[in-house]
């Protein structure tokens, strides 16, 4: 489903902006995933930076269980934020997301100088689709936890959904400054450029992400996506 050429920058904007835009947008919200490259389905999660593992129950843990036992443990003590975060990260694995929106906004608002409660309270309402209410809690988790690369990173994710594409690539670059080299990071600003019409820069920052260490399969697809619609 490639778009294979275009007659001037404008037009790359327009069409990469549909194709591209499904892509990201619904990598974003609550369905996680994106659509097709040469029939093979590909999967965003880790790319857009967005997704943890279930707090201190580790990444290993089965989903269902990890949110059975921090739900335990937040409804004994709701007023222990750490508890409330991990029990959000689990409800995300699992696509509750309302229920994570629910738990971390309570908690991000019972504890506005909490860094980790409103890193997890807007990346709860970037997976629920709800990225411009997201945006205040990503500006206050960057304010407390300057140096947070995960913080950066997310707040770039969410700009993208609003189509703040030049915001949003100030903020992956804030967040390389902590983190040089993530391909997750550097993924998402290929993506960015993608959204924003730019396929050349999108293509240059895709192959940078694919050759960093720790690129996976993923990514690939990601810079064949854009490769395809750049005809």
Same mark, same amino acid.
């Given at each position: 489903?490639?778009?294979?050429?275009?007659?001037?920058?404008?037009?790359?904007?327009?069409?990469?902006?549909?194709?591209?835009?499904?892509?990201?947008?619904?990598?974003?919200?609550?369905?996680?995933?994106?659509?097709?490259?040469?029939?093979?389905? /590909?999967?965003? @999660?880790? @790319?857009?930076?967005?997704?943890?593992?279930?707090?201190?129950?580790?990444?290993?843990?089965?989903?269902?269980?990890?949110?059975?036992?921090?739900?335990?443990?937040? #409804?004994?003590?709701?007023?222990?934020?750490?508890?409330?975060?991990?029990?959000?990260?689990?409800?995300?694995?699992?696509?509750?997301?309302? @229920?994570?929106?629910?738990?971390?906004?309570?908690?991000?608002?019972?504890?506005?100088?909490?860094?980790?409660?409103?890193?997890? /309270?807007?990346?709860?309402?970037?997976?629920?689709?709800?990225?411009?209410?997201?945006?205040?809690?990503?500006?206050?988790?960057?304010?407390?936890?300057?140096?947070?690369?995960?913080?950066? =990173?997310?707040? %770039?994710?969410?700009?993208?959904?609003? %189509? @703040?594409?030049?915001?949003?690539?100030?903020?992956? #670059?804030?967040?390389?400054?902590?983190? $040089? #080299?993530? $391909?997750?990071?550097?993924?998402?600003? %290929?993506?960015?450029?993608?959204?924003?019409?730019?396929?050349?820069?999108?293509?240059?920052?895709?192959?940078?992400?694919? =050759?960093?260490?720790?690129? #996976?399969?993923?990514?690939?697809?990601?810079?064949?996506?854009?490769?395809?619609?750049?005809?």
């Amino acid at each position: 489903m490639a778009v294979r050429s275009f007659a001037s920058r404008s037009s790359v904007a327009r069409g990469a902006s549909v194709v591209l835009c499904a892509a990201l947008m619904s990598a974003c919200a609550s369905s996680g995933k994106n659509l097709s490259v040469d029939g093979k389905r /590909a999967d965003y @999660e880790k @790319e857009i930076g967005v997704f943890t593992n279930p707090g201190a129950a580790g990444g290993d843990i089965d989903p269902v269980a990890a949110a059975a036992y921090w739900g335990t443990q937040y #409804d004994r003590n709701p007023a222990d934020v750490n508890a409330a975060i991990a029990y959000s990260a689990a409800l995300r694995k699992i696509r509750s997301n309302d @229920e994570a929106v629910k738990v971390m906004t309570r908690a991000a608002n019972s504890n506005p100088e909490h860094a980790g409660a409103n890193l997890e /309270a807007g990346k709860t309402l970037v997976e629920a689709g709800r990225a411009f209410e997201a945006v205040r809690y990503f500006e206050k988790a960057v304010e407390l936890s300057p140096q947070d690369w995960r913080a950066f =990173s997310s707040f %770039g994710v969410a700009l993208d959904q609003i %189509g @703040e594409h030049d915001l949003a690539r100030t903020k992956y #670059d804030q967040a390389l400054m902590f983190a $040089p #080299d993530s $391909p997750m990071i550097l993924n998402n600003k %290929g993506l960015s450029f993608a959204l924003d019409g730019d396929l050349d820069s999108a293509k240059q920052t895709l192959r940078r992400a694919a =050759s960093a260490r720790g690129a #996976d399969a993923r990514i690939r697809q990601n810079l064949a996506l854009v490769l395809a619609i750049k005809g």
